[in-house]
């Protein structure tokens, strides 16, 4: 699974990770009212896209979709970016920020590729951007995919290689493969 795509430096990353808060900060000065779902995928690595995790991110999307679909959310604004540096994807709607952080939260924990999700819910307050957290929910902190223990932790602390990483997001693909294959 990532044995192929370009190979990303840390200053395309961080360019991208520029782009992204420009455009949310662009999107909820237009949207003022709204809030703003942005879903990304936690890919470790230099790779950061290609056919697999593109297959992982559009598989995001149509759960995101369904669960919209189910809980009567209506996507007012929509854009995607696909870039070797990662794929995004920015929804806005008008349902209340924590309402939809909290499904998404679920979603997160209950999709079987759930744990490679990422999906922040941002709004406006005055002149601020907030992000919605987890805690404001009275949910710990996201789990590490590895260990289970704080994935903030494990990151700032590096307890888990790059390889480790990588490993495990390929089972939990391989078994979110063979789960559908069940269902089908």
Not at 21 to 31: E, M, V
Not at 91 to 116: C, F, H, S
Not at 137 to 158: D, M, Q, T, Y
Request: glycine share 4%.
């Amino acid at each position: 699974m990532f044995d192929t795509g370009e190979i990303q430096e840390i200053e395309d990353i961080l360019i991208h990770k520029e782009q992204r808060a420009n455009l949310q900060s662009n999107l909820l000065s237009k949207y003022s009212n709204s809030s703003l779902m942005v879903f990304t995928l936690n890919i470790p690595g230099p790779i950061k896209n290609n056919p697999m995790i593109e297959q992982v991110f559009r598989q995001g999307q149509q759960s995101i979709q369904q669960m919209f679909l189910k809980k009567k959310v209506e996507m007012t604004y929509t854009k995607e970016i696909n870039l070797p540096s990662g794929l995004d994807w920015y929804v806005i709607v008008t349902e209340a920020p924590l309402n939809l952080k909290k499904w998404l939260v679920t979603l997160e924990e209950q999709d079987a590729l759930g744990r490679l999700f990422d999906l922040d819910v941002l709004f406006k307050k005055g002149e601020q951007i907030t992000i919605v957290s987890r805690q404001a929910l009275n949910h710990g902190e996201r789990p590490c995919f590895i260990c289970g223990k704080s994935a903030k932790v494990c990151a700032r602390n590096r307890t888990h290689t790059v390889k480790e990483m990588q490993k495990k997001i390929e089972q939990i693909v391989a078994d979110s493969l063979k789960g559908a294959l069940k269902h089908a």
